[in-house]
């Protein structure tokens, strides 16, 4: 038997070269993110004839690495090495400047490829809809994230950190953790780094001395991994105020803990950070972890109109039927915290394109381990031919940047699947233009790409101006400045 489906399947591997060699599997992968970089790689490798191009909206590859990760984690961002190995494959490419929507739409790409992966992840963000939200003053974690990371869509956010001693974070995750960390880290310490040098001069100048992390749950919930929480703890000359009553823990939270080791590590930093010794007067800031608090509303400020003065937020507790179930529950009873300075960092938001189903609720494509579903039922059998989603898009906005390691490996097992049912590709079927198709309609329509060559000009130019400053590298950080590094 063994042998008989070992021989079929030498049968299918033979039939399958001989139709590539004269019909290769042409991909596209929209967006150029981990997801996207982690798709290409295992394509390339799992399907020696495979083309694969990777387009991508902005001029430079590399998504939330270059854009997102922190500028004090470089080594967060040694992934790019790899991920500019598989750019310069030699059947594959990168396609910057090009916008899923209007430079070219979904149908456009389905028609020119065999395989369309969307993996653009999540470029906006979710509302709270409580009163007062579009007050001067708040900000998404994501916008200020772009801003110091020199995202030429973040640029133009100059944020007022001059006229506000406390700033208050809404979320408690990785990313509330890393924007309280570049408010409070000693800038002397920044200057090293990639951060946008517009935005250390910013940060040179703020007058921000308190921020506040506050989380609807406790500190048994908290979304931040130990790592993080460590980092942020450890800042030089800044005072840390947990209020110990905040990190008693139900039977519950113990049952929650005991199954979970990174959120065990957490509460154990948490409760040896409350028990350190205070020293009023002698750090410069403070960083205050709140805990069992949900935003009700912002408050506006009676000397700048229009302008956030503090948060109206009310008091909670938690219910559930058992551990890792456990909501937030207001209680009635309010309290506010003022500041002039408020970051949302409670999740980023996918944004759909034309011809895609899309799940609003969750945010994400419906899909079954990657494969697009026609809608948001849930049936498996009913798929999008030939469409597939991986990273944010497919699981929504969770996970470090290995996370989109694993969900790639699961994209691309289903194309394997696919391609082996003869779903994708078929002996009679006409071969699909591809990347010369896609070059000629954006030559056609004067959408100037930027190919991963053009990438590495940008990347000479930055390291240069980098290099003046003691700085890895100065970001180019608007679309002229790109464009003209690139394509002049």
Same mark, same amino acid.
């Given at each position: 038997?063994?042998?008989?489906?070992?021989?079929?399947?030498?049968?299918?591997?033979?039939?399958?070269?001989?139709?590539?060699?004269?019909?290769?599997?042409?991909?596209?992968?929209?967006?150029?993110?981990?997801?996207?970089?982690?798709?290409?790689?295992?394509?390339?490798?799992?399907?020696?004839?495979?083309?694969?191009?990777?387009?991508?909206?902005?001029?430079?590859?590399?998504?939330?690495?270059?854009?997102?990760?922190?500028?004090?984690?470089?080594?967060?961002?040694?992934?790019?090495?790899?991920?500019?190995?598989?750019?310069?494959?030699?059947?594959?490419?990168?396609?910057?400047?090009?916008?899923?929507?209007?430079?070219?739409?979904?149908?456009?790409?389905?028609?020119?490829?065999?395989?369309?992966?969307?993996?653009?992840?999540?470029?906006?963000?979710?509302?709270?809809?409580?009163?007062?939200?579009?007050?001067?003053?708040?900000?998404?974690?994501?916008?200020?994230?772009?801003?110091?990371?020199?995202?030429?869509?973040?640029?133009?956010?100059?944020?007022?950190?001059?006229?506000?001693?406390?700033?208050?974070? $809404? %979320?408690?995750? #990785? =990313?509330?953790?890393?924007?309280?960390?570049?408010? @409070? !880290?000693? +800038?002397?310490?920044?200057?090293?780094?990639?951060?946008?040098?517009?935005?250390?001069?910013?940060?040179?100048?703020?007058?921000?001395?308190?921020?506040?992390?506050?989380?609807?749950?406790?500190?048994?919930?908290?979304?931040?991994?130990?790592?993080?929480?460590?980092?942020? $703890? %450890?800042?030089? #000359? =800044?005072?840390?105020?947990?209020?110990?009553?905040? @990190? !008693?823990? +139900?039977?519950?939270?113990?049952?929650?803990?005991?199954?979970?080791?990174?959120?065990?590590?957490?509460?154990?930093?948490?409760?040896?950070?409350?028990?350190?010794?205070?020293?009023?007067?002698?750090?410069?800031?403070?960083?205050?972890?709140?805990?069992?608090?949900?935003?009700?509303?912002?408050?506006?400020?009676?000397?700048?109109?229009?302008?956030?003065?503090?948060?109206?937020?009310?008091?909670?507790?938690?219910?559930?039927?058992?551990?890792?179930?456990?909501?937030?529950?207001?209680?009635?009873?309010?309290?506010?915290?003022?500041?002039?300075?408020?970051?949302?960092?409670?999740?980023?938001?996918?944004?759909?394109?034309?011809?895609?189903?899309?799940?609003?609720?969750?945010?994400?494509?419906?899909?079954?381990?990657?494969?697009?579903?026609?809608?948001?039922?849930?049936?498996?059998?009913?798929?999008?031919?030939?469409?597939?989603?991986?990273?944010?898009?497919?699981?929504?906005?969770?996970?470090?940047?290995?996370?989109?390691?694993?969900?790639?490996?699961?994209?691309?097992?289903?194309?394997?699947?696919?391609?082996?049912?003869?779903?994708?590709?078929?002996?009679?079927?006409?071969?699909?233009?591809?990347?010369?198709?896609?070059?000629?309609?954006?030559?056609?329509?004067?959408?100037?790409?930027?190919?991963?060559?053009?990438?590495?000009?940008?990347?000479?130019?930055?390291?240069?101006?980098?290099?003046?400053?003691?700085?890895?590298?100065?970001?180019?950080?608007?679309?002229?400045?790109?464009?003209?590094?690139?394509?002049?």
């Amino acid at each position: 038997m063994l042998k008989v489906a070992i021989s079929q399947a030498r049968k299918w591997f033979s039939r399958s070269l001989s139709s590539f060699s004269s019909n290769p599997l042409k991909v596209c992968v929209v967006g150029s993110g981990p997801a996207g970089f982690y798709t290409a790689e295992k394509m390339l490798k799992a399907h020696q004839q495979a083309q694969v191009d990777i387009i991508d909206r902005l001029p430079t590859p590399f998504g939330l690495v270059r854009s997102g990760v922190a500028p004090d984690h470089p080594e967060t961002k040694i992934v790019i090495n790899q991920f500019s190995r598989v750019a310069q494959h030699e059947r594959c490419s990168f396609l910057g400047n090009v916008t899923l929507g209007s430079s070219i739409s979904l149908s456009e790409l389905r028609e020119l490829y065999h395989v369309v992966v969307l993996a653009y992840g999540a470029e906006s963000d979710r509302s709270l809809g409580i009163p007062g939200e579009n007050l001067k003053g708040i900000h998404s974690a994501r916008e200020f994230v772009w801003w110091y990371n020199g995202h030429p869509d973040g640029r133009n956010l100059d944020p007022d950190l001059k006229s506000t001693d406390a700033a208050v974070i $809404l %979320g408690q995750g #990785n =990313v509330a953790l890393d924007v309280a960390r570049i408010l @409070l !880290r000693p +800038t002397a310490e920044l200057a090293t780094t990639d951060i946008a040098n517009y935005a250390l001069a910013a940060l040179e100048e703020s007058s921000i001395r308190k921020v506040y992390l506050v989380g609807r749950r406790g500190p048994a919930q908290a979304a931040c991994t130990a790592k993080e929480l460590r980092e942020v $703890l %450890g800042i030089r #000359n =800044v005072d840390i105020s947990i209020q110990e009553v905040d @990190l !008693r823990l +139900t039977p519950d939270d113990e049952e929650e803990l005991k199954s979970n080791r990174i959120k065990r590590r957490v509460h154990e930093l948490l409760s040896k950070a409350a028990t350190k010794p205070r020293t009023p007067g002698l750090n410069q800031r403070e960083l205050h972890f709140v805990f069992f608090r949900k935003p009700d509303s912002f408050q506006e400020s009676e000397d700048r109109t229009g302008h956030v003065s503090g948060v109206h937020f009310e008091k909670t507790v938690l219910q559930g039927d058992g551990p890792g179930k456990q909501t937030a529950i207001g209680t009635g009873e309010f309290e506010d915290i003022k500041c002039g300075f408020v970051l949302k960092s409670i999740g980023y938001k996918s944004v759909p394109v034309d011809g895609l189903p899309f799940d609003h609720k969750k945010g994400i494509v419906p899909n079954f381990r990657g494969r697009v579903l026609r809608d948001t039922s849930g049936d498996p059998t009913i798929f999008e031919e030939g469409l597939y989603v991986c990273g944010w898009l497919k699981r929504g906005p969770t996970g470090i940047v290995a996370t989109n390691l694993h969900c790639a490996e699961e994209t691309v097992l289903s194309i394997s699947e696919d391609l082996e049912k003869g779903v994708l590709i078929s002996s009679s079927a006409l071969p699909k233009p591809g990347r010369d198709g896609l070059l000629q309609l954006l030559h056609d329509r004067d959408v100037r790409i930027v190919s991963f060559s053009d990438w590495e000009k940008i990347d000479t130019e930055e390291k240069r101006l980098g290099s003046s400053r003691n700085k890895p590298r100065e970001k180019l950080s608007t679309w002229d400045e790109l464009h003209k590094a690139a394509l002049d």
